[in-house]
Nanobody, 123 residues
Framework: QVQLVESGGGLVQAGGSLRLSCAAS????????IGWFRQAPGKEREFVAA????????YYEDSVKGRFTISRDNAKNTVYLQMNSLKPEDTAVYYC????????????????WGQGTQVTVSS
């Protein structure tokens, strides 16, 4: 069982930056791909970015490429999502999720989830 806790959300103006963190309790954290997802009111949860277990491979949803960067520090059991040039349409609850498999973009394919952190971007 992997427990995930997100932090770092908040209110920011358009064009600003935030860094989200996802801390895991599991010492075998490095065995898991970690993905970030987001869900805006009235919309389905959507994939944002993911990093392989060692952080050497990453992939992104097209709308965040060049603005968001996912990274991980396995010594701290933590994955980060650096979000720059934020837009109002980035407003959502952001979740991190873990799964042993790599390359997945569907939320149903991820086994463990955090509780989410709210990101609000004002125009």
């Amino acid at each position: 069982q992997v427990q995930l806790v997100e932090s770092g959300g908040g209110l920011v103006q358009a064009g600003g930056s935030l860094r989200l963190s996802c801390a895991a309790s599991e010492p075998t954290f490095r065995r898991y791909t970690i993905g970030w997802f987001r869900q805006a009111p009235g919309k389905e949860r959507e994939f944002v970015a993911a990093a392989s277990g060692n952080g050497g491979s990453t992939y992104y949803e097209d709308s965040v490429k060049g603005r968001f960067t996912i990274s991980r520090d396995n010594a701290k059991n933590t994955v980060y999502l650096q979000m720059n040039s934020l837009k109002p349409e980035d407003t959502a609850v952001y979740y991190c999720a873990a799964d042993p498999a790599y390359g997945r973009r569907l939320s149903r394919d991820y086994r463990y989830w955090g509780q989410g952190t709210q990101v609000t971007v004002s125009s």
